[in-house]
Each structure stands twice: as C-alpha cells, then as structure tokens.
Nanobody, 124 residues
Framework: QLQASGGGLVQPGGSLRLSCVVS????????VGWFRQAPGKEREGVSC????????WYPDSVKGRFTISRDAVKNTVYLQMDNLRPEDTAVYYC???????????????????WGQGTLVTVSS
C-alpha cells in the first residue's frame, strides 16, 4: 500500500514536498516513483528511483527542479518540488514496481502498484 500526502496550492516559483508512506514491502527492493496527471493529459512519470542501486530518472520537464528521495527507516518516499510552474499543476501519484526494475523502466513502463493521488495546484 502507498499513501501519498502533501499536495496543496502554491504560487509559481514556490516549493512543495510530497510524502508517500509505503507499507507491505521494503523500500530496498522495488523501484518507486511519482507520476502525475494533468487535466486532459495522459499520466506521466516525473521522478523515479531504483532503490537497489539508488539511481534516479527524471524527464527534462522537471530535471533540476524535482528531487526524489527515500527514508528507509520510515519506509517513506519523498518528492521535493522546487521552482514550481503552473504547468506542474496535476494530481500526483506515488507508485512502485515490485519486480526488479530500473528507475527509467518504472517511469516509462509504469508501476505494478499505485497509491492514491494528491492534488498540486500552482497558481497565483
């Protein structure tokens, strides 16, 4: 199970941190990540981490602004989002791939497990 939180309203240029508490599996096994879906658009992977080698992957649209991290003790995955833009407005989902997987494969091919979404709105 993946439980996301931390969404809200933020002004352009602002920051927000999302959290995802993971239960039922250890964070040192799968790939975990964050996806988003904006109105009228397909869901896309925006930050993925393969926990077995700590390699991350980001699309160009968020590279340098988003950072995924994990706390193995708290079994929690974080998404730090800085310099937010209106086009970052979307419902954000945390997700995991419970098969041995790279971060790129998770973001491109999708997860085996989805969490519920949390809405991020970037607006002045």
């Amino acid at each position: 199970q993946l439980q996301a939180s931390g969404g809200g309203l933020v002004q352009p240029g602002g920051s927000l941190r999302l959290s995802c508490v993971v239960s039922g599996f250890r964070l040192d096994f799968p790939a975990v990540g964050w996806f988003r879906q904006a109105p009228g658009k397909e869901r896309e992977g925006v930050s993925c981490l393969s926990t077995w080698n700590d390699i991350t992957w980001y699309p160009d649209s968020v590279k340098g602004r988003f950072t995924i991290s994990r706390d193995a003790v708290k079994n929690t995955v974080y998404l730090q989002m800085d310099n937010l833009r209106p086009e970052d407005t979307a419902v954000y989902y945390c997700a995991a791939r419970l098969t041995h997987s790279s971060s790129y494969a998770l973001c491109q091919d999708g997860p085996t497990n989805w969490g519920q979404g949390t809405l991020v709105t970037v607006s002045s």
